[in-house]
């Protein structure tokens, strides 16, 4: 190990560099440093007890405020968000890629798709929300409304810190709710920015609180809808504490294990190019990145070669905030280490690092960087096919056909998406009927997701919705009218 890493992991200071369990009991701050140079960028003080609790009132009277006014409305307030993100696009990227490292080329497309995923959203709220007449007679109708469901409370992600946000809150508020954001320790200025943006509505309220005060939220009476993202084992604990809450509902946005696989047939010029994308985009630090890929037998050590070469010719390491620059440094520091153990796990079941492998600096010394690594000869015994991790790593296991590819895939408790590549119809149709995943991707891997179709999870990923005009499903509940009405 790189003699630098060595001694950061040895240190590991408190603040500085955020542990995996970022806050201590009494702290009132942390102090947020750049992964690319080490300096301190920020100290972000903790919202006290009564600041929580002096914003939820805000947010409860901003949703009695803001519930009954009309979809075109709620529109034209929404417009606001798709105008300050475009208007303010370069300030917004550079603090992604100052605060968790992203490439600074891949955070101004974070904030672009953002941007679009918004409008595509403010078109689709109309005809979403839409009342259903059932039927109509004379005098009597059946009809189905929608109606907000309250203040909704989303605790954001740090890997793709502006469009999670814009998943949530932008069909919570096209819905007529109320939203407090609870930043993320490693990105804990974006919310700011959709307070700004929403100036004077108190509709999207910021926060940055220790976990023991979040849950004094999401047990509070007077939030009536949690959307989390983080771990599973988080998960666990969110959910088990919002069931105080009136048995209110929870997203839990987990991410997944994602797998993808490439058939005989498959067109491997394409093939390739995709999935080092997929792999290796925002330095795999993605709960949606390509973790696992299962390669026919046929054609694997060719696909292999061809994988490992393009990873090696196109993937630049160094400073973030360069063009040039496609794999920044990693968020968290412990994510070095968890990366380095699972490394080892896997080598010493056989696997064989065919690139990369080890933490290292960028060509000034500077960065707490993990090489871009591919092991082969994975099998499912492996941490790496089996934990979820954030980093640039990914596995290539051989598969004999498509039976195994299935069985293998659908090992991995998580359930989000998975990538099939192939020219063949029925293997196409066999592998939507058979993933137990909510999205099948075919001969593609986007990054950032589809706007047009709903993003849904199997097993323990069965919680999640987001994207389409299901978006909206979370953020109302149904009301029945059935009216007679025999008067003159």
Known sequence: MNKLFSTLLKARPSLTHLPRRY?????????????????????????????????????????????????????????????????????VATEIT??????????????DYAVERTEVLMGMAEEALRPEMVSKTSNISK???????????????YDFPVISIVNHLVPAILCGNSCMLKDNPRAPLISKHFENALSGSDLALRLFASQENVKQLYTSHEINYVVFMGSLQSAHDVYTEVAQNDFIDVQLDLGGKDA????????????????????????????NSIQRIYVHKD??????????KKA??????????????????????????????????AVSMQGLTILGGTPNTDEHGLGRFFEPTIIANANNGMRAQSDQFFGPLVTFQDVENDKQAIELINS???????????????????????????VVNVNQCPRMQDHYLPVTGRKVCQKILYNSRHAFDNFTKLKSLNIRLDGK
């Open 98 to 111: 100052r605060t968790m490292g992203k490439p600074i080329v891949q955070s101004r497309e974070e904030v």
């Open 412 to 438: 991995s408790k998580y359930g989000i998406q998975s990538s099939v590549f192939t020219q063949c119809q029925d293997r196409v149709d066999l592998f939507s009927e058979k993933l137990r995943v909510g």
């Open 312 to 345: 090696f010719d196109e993937l630049k390491l160094g400073n973030p905030l360069l063009d040039t620059t496609n794999i920044g440094p990693m968020a968290i520091l412990e994510h070095v280490e968890e990366l380095q153990e699972v490394i080892e796990d």
């Open 143 to 157: 009809s189905v409304i929608r109606e907000p469901i309250g203040t909704v409370l989303i605790l954001s992600s």
């Open 299 to 308: 054609i694997s050590g060719d696909f292999i070669n061809q994988f490992s």
């Open 260 to 287: 993808a696989y490439v058939a005989g047939d498959c067109d491997v010029e394409l093939t390739v190019q995709t999935l080092v994308k997929g792999a290796f985009y925002n330095t795999g630090q993605s709960r």
């Open 23 to 91: 806050f201590a009991p009494g702290q009132k701050s942390i102090q947020l440093d750049d992964p690319y140079t080490g300096e301190i960028i920020d100290e972000i003080p903790f919202t006290t007890l009564e600041d929580q609790q002096s914003l939820l009132l805000r947010s409860r009277q901003a949703y009695r405020n803001f519930r009954s006014t009309t979809v075109p409305d709620r529109i034209k307030l929404v417009k606001n968000i798709a105008d300050y993100f475009r208007e303010n696009k370069e300030q």
